[in-house]
């Protein structure tokens, strides 16, 4: 009974003590990004970028928006809109991982070398873990994205410090490029990187961006021959597989895409995104059953991957178990409440409830995102035949 006791009190404090160490990572970005620039600095607590479901709080030029959702109560955001140069830009990312790295060690020191009582110390070391959880956590590279409030991918401050070494001798061409795909342009985002030299052109980083683009302008035949490109260039991971899952699959060709993702399981079985992927393709064949037992294998592996719950809650609608379906996009809305996935999903919900006019505005809604979204000019013709007829 009383390892549980411990366990209970451990798994408490450290629950307690996430959202401080949150700020302390988040004030580490916010420093020197008011510092390096003269423009708005907000941070963002218990969430991705949701600024409508959050507490505010201004100082001067630095903007705060607290929530709280036990969905993601290791979120934290950063933004700046100033661009700064390498040097500065480098020292804003580190300074998260930075701040939770000298808390911990700080903590500890205190700890060691104060004189306390047996409770403050177990408080001051289970803040400390914590602190330093949120060091590894961000300054190990992960190439896994998180879905933003607003849909975008953002990764982690490792990540991302790769991505500007890596990239901070690009012309300015693809910097631009990346700053319209943030904005849905990809048609103009692809003409920027059009502008590059042929030798620019050819690496990686800028070969998966122009089929990013490609795939969401529907030129999937461009894209096909770009990623042959990148193969014959380049090594593809997993994850520059599943573009070509999506070419495939905007080709309808549906046993293509089914082949790559069982190659892609077999060396790496829980890869949500390829799981999710093939969830969508039974359900476009119509088979249902095999589609929820992916969409749960995928909730089951990550609870927070809000695309999983969405598109299950479309199944759902579909199959008219509509009660079951509003709680999974219930849940899928506070993951990612922009996401224009989720968006269609909702559309095929108010569609089956019969509300054919809420259904088109989310269809619209989605479609204006500019993203490859499957079927989507279908349920807006068929939301618009239905809305028309009363």
């Avoid at 929820?292 to 809000?306: A, L, M």
């Amino acid at each position: 009974m009383e390892v549980v006791i411990v366990i209970l009190s451990i798994c408490t404090v450290f629950a307690i003590s996430r959202p401080l160490t949150c700020i302390i990572h988040e004030m580490g970005h916010a420093i020197p990004a008011l510092m390096f620039s003269k423009s708005k600095v907000t941070v963002y607590i218990g969430s991705y970028g949701d600024d409508k479901n959050s507490y505010q709080m201004k100082m001067g030029r630095l903007n705060m928006f607290f929530s709280y959702n036990i969905l993601s109560a290791y979120a934290g955001m950063c933004v700046s809109q100033e661009n700064v140069g390498f040097i500065r830009r480098l020292i804003i990312i580190l300074g998260g991982p930075l701040a939770s790295l000298f808390s911990a060690i700080l903590s500890l020191v205190l700890v060691y070398s104060l004189s306390t009582d047996g409770l403050v110390q177990f408080l001051v070391i289970v803040f400390a873990c914590s602190a330093g959880l949120d060091f590894y956590w961000n300054i190990v590279p992960n190439k896994e994205p998180i879905s933003g409030y607003d849909s975008g991918d953002l990764y982690n401050d490792g990540m991302q410090i790769l991505d500007i070494i890596k990239n901070r001798k690009m012309p300015k061409a693809y910097f631009e490029a990346h700053e319209l795909v943030k904005d849905g342009a990809f048609e103009e985002a692809l003409q920027k990187l059009n502008t590059l030299e042929s030798k620019v052109a050819r690496k990686k980083d800028v070969l998966r961006l122009k089929i990013y683009c490609s795939i969401n302008n529907n030129q999937f035949r461009e894209a096909q021959l770009l990623f042959l490109e990148f193969d014959a260039a380049h090594r593809p991971d997993l994850n520059d597989r599943l573009l070509m899952v999506l070419i495939h699959m905007g080709l309808n060709e549906l046993e293509e895409a089914m082949a790559l993702i069982e190659w892609i399981l077999k060396r790496q079985w829980n890869h949500i995104y390829a799981i999710s992927n093939r969830g969508e393709i039974y359900r476009l064949k119509g088979m249902a059953d095999n589609a929820f037992q992916d969409f749960n294998q995928v909730i089951k592996i990550d609870p927070s991957y809000h695309y999983a719950w969405s598109a299950r809650g479309g199944l759902k609608a579909e199959n008219n178990h509509l009660d079951d379906a509003l709680e999974d996009l219930e849940v899928a809305e506070k993951l990612a409440p922009k996401d224009p996935y989720l968006l269609k999903n909702w559309g095929i919900y108010y569609l089956q409830i019969g509300d054919h006019q809420k259904a088109l505005d989310y269809f619209k809604e989605a479609k204006a995102s500019n993203l490859f979204i499957l079927k989507i000019d279908d349920y807006i013709s068929q939301a618009q035949i239905l809305s028309d007829k009363g």
